[in-house]
């Protein structure tokens, strides 16, 4: 029986169990086409192991589990990550080793590498069966096969037990495959000429499966949901299995497209939001892109889903060709003036491989990063501070911040009076370390031994009672060394002395540069860290720890909770962590006062782990799995 592993790696982050939408679809299709395969086994690594393990214990688990075959979906984001994988475990494994995903492009040298045996490019499902059914490959060529068949008549993964939806209780369903676009900056088509569409029995039965579940959301996973030509019959079909609207349904569309009775049928069928590419309103740069749009019938389809309460979300791109600071700024004009602000997205261009892009980007003058997410860094128009100004200019209009600090989560009591120590959740059954303590001195071999138990990402706790500095960067160089890949925070309890941040920073042995280097580059001014947070917690009068990757957190161990005065005077800090010997019907009282209003506070955690629990519950329950928590 040959055994396959299929592994979809998540979208890295600074906090530990927030939803990143890493839902291996396309493994759960790859596993349902070899299903009938008698000699194969094929199993998807479960998303809140795949999503949450870091690089050490996920490679123990994959050398636990012996596969013969092991396969990863490479996307921007995790790529490098992947191939790391696959470098470590080539040797010891001895398996076949298969990259597939948005990556694998003809064009892409970043991701040959002598650990990996071959390559699929495009759709999967008959690449697999092929492979595993012994059908040679070109030498040295990315392994294709058309799946349409199989896409267009075969049941939703999830219909067959192939993909559960628990960790988000989201529901993604296909509906087609192809693009009738070809945007300069998108390689959605990738091996496809034409488009593809889901038997509408096959769709309206997902649908039906995600009523009868009672699951929250589906997510029909189109680039454009108008090009399906049946599309009004299938949604009149879905209105009525969807009658009482519980399920909500989002998807992408062209907002041109919209008329009165489509906006009607949206609205019926339990549509509650639509991401909708603007991108941009220059003229130029949309010719440049290949993408026509009458801003007339756009203002037109987004104000009719408006009405009938679903939400367009606009996307707009800063660093396009034949665009500058004023073009973006007339863009981010139009979106405010119109009322399409409500729910808005500013990227900056990433030019992808295989992209119309990335091909002519000398004679388009795009200079960008060699390394994911591939972010501009200038184009001939528009020069690096003026892609920062324009980032600028657009959270001022909206009042809004694209690229956030991360939450403030750094409980670590599991009772008022409790000790300090390590902090362990629960990952589908597997033990996880979240939070370790660096308090004393501890052998280096036990802070080698748990560095293969850590969370992506992790969290290390450095308490003033330890003096020596050797040791504690020691420990770090121990764990990133383990876990080159996974982001982590290390929060200084009350230091006598402020932390060397640059010293510690050339102890890391994190991967340089980082993919949130590049995707975070805009959080701060100039380029840099932004894979390790250092964070401060003390009662100083005022905040003394700042900079890039920084942040100052007051220590509020008052016998009282802080009153809205107290909060307004620690206004300059980046937060505030509670530590008040105070019962839990007052602390939940206090809570649910405050919760309404989180968004004109500053950032807040509690360092009882119950209590910071319940708070994000308050504030923040929709970006959280509940699953992920201390054991």
Known sequence: MTQVLLIQLPIPKLNLG???GNIPLGGACLKQAAAALPHVNVEVLPEILASYMGDAALMDLILEKKPDLLGFTVYNWNVERSLYLCQQLKQRLGCRIVLGGPEVTPDNLLIR????????????EQALVDLLNGVIA???????ACSEKIFRTTPSPYLDNFLEPFAENLMLLETQRGCPYRCG???YNKARGSVSFKDPRLLLDGVQWAVDRKISEIYLLDPSLNARPDLKTVLKHIAVINRDRHVAINSEIRAESIDPKMADLFMQAGFTGFEIGLQTTNKKALSIMNRPTNLKKFIQGTRMLKERGIVPRIDLISGLPGDDLNGFRRSVEFVKENNLHYDVQVFPLSVLPGTSFRRHS????????PAPPYTIIQTDTFSSEDIMRSFDYAESLFDLTFFPMPELNIAWKKHLAAPLTDIWVSLDSRRALARLFIDRIRPLETIEALSRFMTFPYQVYVNSSLKDERFILKCLNILTKNNPFSAFEIIFIEPETLPDVPAYLDHLALKRPHYL?????????NPGNRAALFTVVSK????VFEGDMKRHIYLWNQNDLPEQKDIDSLADFDGILIDSPVRDEIASTWQDHFAPSVNDLPQISFSRLDLQERWISLTLGDEYLETVFWV
């Open 185 to 187: 900056y998108c390689f």
């Open 362 to 369: 000398e004679e388009l003058g795009l200079s960008y990063e």
């Open 113 to 124: 590498s002598h650990a990996v045996d071959e390559y699929v490019c495009g759709e999967g």
């Open 517 to 525: 280097d590049n995707d975070l580059r805009f959080i701060h001014g």
């Open 138 to 144: 070109p030498k040295n060529a990315c392994r294709s």
């Open 540 to 543: 100083a009068q005022y905040p």
């Open 18 to 20: 927030k939803k990143i």
